[in-house]
């Protein structure tokens, strides 16, 4: 039924202004970004204040936000898709450590609060600006991570959405894991 060409015809029909198509893509590629956003939020803890289908839907009014994006094809539609996961993560990270600060918020004994969450989003924001710094230099290794720790894609998903090999994406993987181990625990 979900066909990979489908995707990626509809998905150039919508780019071209066939709202129709966005319709029909819609079905075919709600699975998998349920699955992106379901291993996204397990990362993110039981106590994470969004809930995956508030991801998603988010993540699809992004995406519809998306004018002059030209859609290449199923694998350049699910790299977006990770990098508006990532963003809108993250945004909700920041919000929390802001509201942890005290932005307005009811004063609460330090006995009666759990914030088990607050030290995932403090590792979010911090992952966050190490990518930041990866992608200055190294702006392949950083989609890679994109792709695979946000989005949820495959080696072959990655490698195919950026027109390299699946060995190279493996062993950029490797590195930027590496790199951003190092970076963050300094």
């Given at each position: 039924?979900?066909?990979?060409t489908e995707i990626s015809e509809l998905l150039a029909a919508w780019s071209d202004g066939d709202q129709n198509a966005f319709e029909e893509v819609l ?20 106590n994470h204040i969004l809930q995956t289908t508030a991801l998603i839907n988010e993540a699809y009014l992004k995406i519809i936000e998306q004018k002059n ?118």
């Open positions: 039924m979900e066909s990979r079905p075919l590629v709600t699975n998998q970004l349920r699955q992106m956003a379901h291993a996204q939020m397990r990362r993110e803890g039981e994006v030209r859609w290449e094809n199923r694998s350049h539609f699910f790299a977006i898709a990770s990098k508006v996961m990532r963003r809108i993560l993250l945004d909700h990270a920041k919000a929390r450590l802001r509201d942890k600060r005290g932005a307005g918020a009811a004063h609460v004994e330090l006995k009666e609060a759990e914030d088990i969450s607050t030290e995932k989003s403090m590792q979010l924001v911090a992952l966050d600006a190490a990518l930041e710094q990866l992608a200055k230099f190294d702006p392949i290794k950083s989609q890679i991570v994109e792709m695979r720790h946000f989005g949820g894609m495959t080696v072959e998903e990655t490698a195919e959405a950026l027109g390299i090999a699946p060995i190279t994406v493996m062993r950029y993987w490797n590195l930027a894991k590496a790199w951003l181990h190092r970076e963050i625990t300094g």
